[in-house]
């Protein structure tokens, strides 16, 4: 299964605190995707990663991906009570038969305090 | 509004009825998807489809049954559903070619009872 597997489950943190949130993976990739979900609504896509680039930046994002260790890590500096939510890594590949399969992680579920 | 709009938001049904579930956009995207999303597991992907023809679909029971009549438009038609069926059902579209990730609708919140 190409499923992704994210770290820690949950995070509680101050406001004001960076978060860090892993996700590995297991077969080789075209992109790996970071998407957020506040409670039982649906995702939003953040930021998106080739597999040929290592770092990317989107405002307070930070997301690195090492496709030798199929990992990628998720960060989010001087976080804000309106942070919290789910967070979902997303690996994609191609399908041989045309089209594209974007498959998710398990989620971290981030809480920030006031 | 993400620009992909699922109808309708919540949906109660019974196990002997048929329903359908209906997903629009008008990004210009040419994917469109369904997934699952159960209390306590990942989103599973159900469907996939690409310039309105079906390229995967993933061990899915028959009794969903989707349907693209064109690339603006994405059916989940359901009959005799069961209680474990009960979850969020979300769609999603995408520009296959030109990766820059997938939006969402909101999402139906399906219970069967």
């Known amino acids: 299964s190409q499923q992704g597997e994210e770290d820690p489950q949950a995070l509680s943190i101050q406001e004001g605190e960076n978060a860090t949130m892993n996700c590995s993976y297991k077969?080789?990739?075209?992109?790996l995707q970071w998407y957020r979900q506040n409670s039982g609504r649906g995702l939003v896509h953040l930021i998106l990663i080739r597999s040929n680039e290592r770092e990317k930046h989107s405002g307070r994002l930070r997301v690195t991906l090492d496709t030798s260790k199929k990992s990628s890590s998720l960060l989010i500096t001087a976080s804000r009570a309106a942070d919290t939510a789910s967070y979902f890594c997303a690996t994609e590949w191609r399908l041989t038969g045309g089209g594209n399969k974007l498959t998710f992680g398990t989620g971290t579920q981030l809480k920030v305090e006031l | 509004e993400t620009g992909v709009t699922q109808t309708p938001r919540h949906l109660v049904m019974g196990m002997t009825n048929k329903k359908s579930l209906k997903c629009e956009q008008h990004l210009g995207h040419n994917a469109m998807y369904w997934y699952k999303q159960s209390a306590k597991k990942p989103l599973e992907l159900m469907f996939v489809y690409s310039l309105e023809e079906r390229v995967e679909n993933n061990s899915v029971p028959s009794r969903f049954s989707p349907e693209c009549p064109n690339s603006s438009h994405l059916f989940l038609h359901l009959h005799t559903l069961q209680p474990e069926d009960s979850a969020l059902y979300l769609c999603?579209?995408?520009?296959?070619?030109?990766?820059?990730?997938?939006?969402f609708g909101s999402g139906t919140r399906l219970t069967v009872v």
């Open positions: 999603a579209s995408s520009q296959d070619r030109f990766p820059r990730g997938y939006t």
């Open positions: 077969t080789s990739i075209n992109n």
